[in-house]
């Protein structure tokens, strides 16, 4: 009896044994079906992200080369009046270009009469800007420039300049009748002689004064005259003898009533541009509060 239980107790013993092996089997199977499967998993998460990777660059691309397409670079002519070239030139246009670097601004400066003549001959201009409405209305009534794009940016005012050394001589705008030589712009063709004309006419010199001045092609020829000596007296814009304060003396502005209307300076896009999306855009950065700025710093009132 005695050894039939001792032989049961190990055959249980055994049994035991055997399970507790079977157990350990198990258990090392589970986990390695769990570290593998935790392999598996962490794989397929790193070839999701690449491909979200991939995927991303590829739209940072197409997005690259959208905003390539739309920037690419473009130079556009501005034909602005005379009176317009230091401001244009020292800030405005270096302004522009740095926020918009794709763009390039050409100018070409004259009289507004000159370049209203360019303009109707075909000059490849894309924003006209213009010291008088009269030049601009002109081309708008022949669809030269686009009516819906003019704004009128600025305001100026005319001025009786003399030689620094001279300026005791005079006191107001109608002492430019004692001059022995004046220079003012041509009324034909230059808006600050047809300015000057209006003005002299209202004042009842206009004869007098004419019978003895140089007429200058655009504004800044008569500037320089006076500043030269080639004249004793101009008659100028206030933005064009503040780029002379070393050399010319402003006596005064046209009386109060000497001109039928204000001297302002629209802005607007040659209707045949090819290149409108670029003009607009100068347009509207010359219309802002960072260009009025600018303008104010060079003499002239912005249009609000």
């Excluded at 013993?13 to 258990?27: I, K, N, Q, R």
Aim: hydrophobic share 40%.
């Amino acid at each position: 009896m005695k050894k039939r239980t001792a032989g049961l107790l190990g055959i249980f013993l055994a049994a035991a044994m055997m399970t507790a092996g079977c157990g350990s089997d198990s258990s090392q199977e589970a986990a390695k079906d769990t570290e593998q499967k935790t392999e598996d998993n962490v794989s397929e998460a790193e070839d999701k992200t690449e491909v979200k990777d991939d995927a991303g660059a590829a739209d940072e691309k197409t997005d690259n080369a959208d905003k390539g397409d739309s920037e690419e670079p473009v130079t556009i002519l501005m034909a602005a009046a005379a009176s317009l070239e230091y401001s244009m030139k020292d800030d405005l246009i270096p302004m522009f270009q740095e926020q918009h670097p794709n763009i390039t601004v050409e100018g070409t400066y004259d009289s507004s009469g000159k370049l209203q003549t360019q303009i109707e001959s075909g000059i490849d201009a894309d924003l006209f800007f213009s010291a008088a409405e009269k030049q601009m209305t002109a081309l708008k009534d022949e669809n030269l420039i686009d009516g819906d794009s003019i704004q009128n940016l600025l305001e100026n005012k005319i001025v009786l300049v003399v030689p620094s050394d001279k300026k005791d001589d005079y006191t107001k705008f109608e002492d430019v009748a004692n001059a022995e030589t004046v220079a003012v712009g041509d009324p034909e063709s230059v808006p600050a002689g047809q300015y000057a004309k209006e003005a002299l006419t209202t004042l009842g010199l206009w004869d007098q004064v004419s019978a003895k001045a140089s007429l200058g092609t655009n504004v800044t020829e008569v500037l320089n005259w006076v500043a030269e000596g080639s004249a004793d007296a101009g008659i100028v814009y206030a933005t064009d003898a503040a780029t002379k304060k070393d050399t010319l003396a402003v006596i005064a502005e046209a009386p109060e009533g000497s001109l039928a209307q204000k001297v302002i300076y629209p802005a607007g896009i040659v209707t045949g541009s090819a290149k409108k999306d670029a003009a607009q855009l100068f347009l509207d950065f010359l219309a802002s509060d960072e260009a009025s700025a600018v303008f104010e710093e060079y003499g002239f009132t912005p249009v609000k």
